[in-house]
Structure formats: C-alpha cells, structure tokens
Nanobody, 123 residues
Framework: VQLVESGGGLVQAGDSLRLSCAAS????????MAWFRQPPGKQREYVAI????????YYADSVRGRFTISRDNVKDIVYLAMNSLKPEDTATYYC?????????????????WGQGTQVTVSS
C-alpha cells in the first residue's frame, strides 16, 4: 500500500503547478482521496477532497476557485491543479486516503499517507 506524490517545486506568485499522487496496493476507486498541506511551523491542514464513486469535491476556503482536485480511476492517480499561487500556499503537500466517509477534513481520519512534496511560492 503506497501513495507517491510528485510535481512540487519552486514557482513565483501567480504561477501554476499540478501535483500528482499515484496509488498502489489499494482498490483506488473505493477510497476517498484528499490533499493536505503543512506550512513551515504550522499544523497540517486540509486543502481538497474528492470522494469515491461520483467524485464529489470539497475545498478549503483558502484555495476554492484556485485549486482543482480530480482523479483518474483507471490510472489510480489523484491530481491537484493549483493556479494563481500565492506565497502563503508554500507548504509540504501530502496526499491521503480514507474509507471512513466522504468529505472528511480531519487528517486523523485518513489511514494512508504519501511522503509529501514541497511547494514553494516566491513573491
């Protein structure tokens, strides 16, 4: 069972990035997937969620309208497209999976985590 993130990097404010998270060892379509982030010196926070099944999406207020979460249930990948990036988006971004429910924002309800990918936005 593994989640592997990729796509992070150093960008300027206003730029775009797309993160990917490849899943293995799970029946991907049965899991709700989420992106969390942890800014330096702060707690981990929810960014976006996409449910199993119909793929309902949920976003934190700070990213709604700028970020888009999507999933490919054939390739077993979840994406996070990030537009209009701001310096306050700087963080380590983590992919996570849960079967405990839909739209769960608490990181404690997620059972599988990736290793994280760093996103740094310069002003």
């Amino acid at each position: 069972v593994q989640l592997v993130e990729s796509g992070g990097g150093l960008v300027q404010a206003g730029d775009s990035l797309r993160l990917s998270c490849a899943a293995s060892g799970i029946t991907f379509v049965q899991w709700s997937m989420a992106w969390f982030r942890q800014p330096p010196g702060k707690q981990r926070e929810y960014v976006a969620i996409i449910s199993w099944g119909d793929g309902d999406t949920y976003y934190a207020d700070s990213v709604r309208g700028r970020f888009t979460i999507s999933r490919d249930n054939v390739k077993d990948i979840v994406y996070l497209a990030m537009n209009s990036l701001k310096p306050e988006d700087t963080a380590t971004y983590y992919c996570a999976a849960t079967r405990r429910g839909v739209g769960i924002q608490s990181p404690y309800e997620y059972d599988i985590w990736g290793q994280g990918t760093q996103v740094t936005v310069s002003s």
